[in-house]
């Protein structure tokens, strides 16, 4: 019979991906601890229209990534593209942003059904930050300042660089689309066909547009720069000097303008040129009236969200992954002989109780002298044990080192944690 395989563009990560994983996992995690930041859980299924009204009907995740289905009960569900939608929701559901501010942030699974690529899978994992009822521009500033001490964190300061840009009030930018809408329809025939479409749908997305022919009419755009209302504009100015006060550099990008409807004012970019074409590898901006649009009170916000797969595919290119980040065990303890079983299974529990950060992998399944020692290597351990029938008689063992040429040395079985915590 043929074999099931996995979903396209839904990888697994196997137990020699997952150190990694854990690693930039845990990164994050102590890096938003410092700042006072708290998970949240959200399930992975939400209704499709949570998606529809939050992300915006003509946008490419609505208008054709979601994987959406019928529940039994014939509600529309759709698995999440993205988090911001479902922390909203929850948030408002549990009153967490009734008359106060929060900084929120979660991390698992999203789905998208996109072209499977390097760094863009149809299962891909973010970690997202989600920060209520902070109107100014300081906790924007707070959110890059954060991000560019993980970077240094994980190594990456000098392979990712910030691009933000303001998009204005949705006053002003409704002002501006107007203006954009009259200028690119005297092209209209020369525009490429998304962005066509977009002229009517969501022309502000045409400045996103790759199109050799549409980037050459867009030189000669309005700029959305020049529509901004005084409130964006101080906002934005203000963040920048926060940026500069800080020491995190970053570009203006004029035509930065993200894909999903309800962001306004700030929006901005983490690219790395080390990746091709999907070098972002985290995005997000404000978004102050999401909240109330899903029927919450008003409330404003500004967040973010970081790809893992491009994340850790960035480290592992650049070779940025510590050497310590692995699988290895420390110390393999073998069992030379049916009555050595039990004893060695002793003996490696009293190590784990000693050095309880160390990794003890105990031999299980018996076998040869020779065979115990190849798993012994392979397992990583810098150390094996060898108990048999001549060290539990003299009550030691034998400590055999593994990564150099030291010779073995025999250490009585009380001392033996002490000895192995001088080593390790
Ligand atoms: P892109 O322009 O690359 O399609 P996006 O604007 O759709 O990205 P967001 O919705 O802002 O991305 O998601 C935030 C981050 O999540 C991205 O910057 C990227 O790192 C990651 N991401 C988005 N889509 C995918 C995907 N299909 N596979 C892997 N990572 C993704
Ligand atoms: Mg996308």
Redesign the pocket.
Known sequence: MAKIQAIRGMNDILPEQTPVWQYVESTVRQVLGQYGYQEIRMPVVEHTELFKRSIGEVT??VEKEMYTFDDRNGDSLTLR??GTAGCVRASEEHGLLFNQTRRLWYTGA?F?H?RPQK????Q?H?IGVECFGMAGPDIDAELLILTARLWKALGLADHARLEINSIGTSASRKVYREALVQYLEQFREQLDEDSKRRLSTNPLRILDSKDPATRDILQGAPSLDDYLDDESRQHYDQLKAMLDAAGVPYTENPALV???DYYGKTVF?WITESLGA?G?????GRYDGLVEQLGGKSTVAVG????L???ILLLETLGLVPDHVNNQADVYVTAMGEQAVVPAMALAETLRNELPGAMVVSHCGGGSFKSQMKKADRSGARYAIILGENEIAQGTVGLKPLRDDEPQQDVAQAELAGVLAGLL
């Open positions: 490419d995740i593209p993205e999203m998208r996109e760094g863009r899978y149809r891909f973010q993200r894909g999903l970019e999907q972002t590898i985290c995005a997000g973010f969200a970081m790809g797969e491009r994340l």
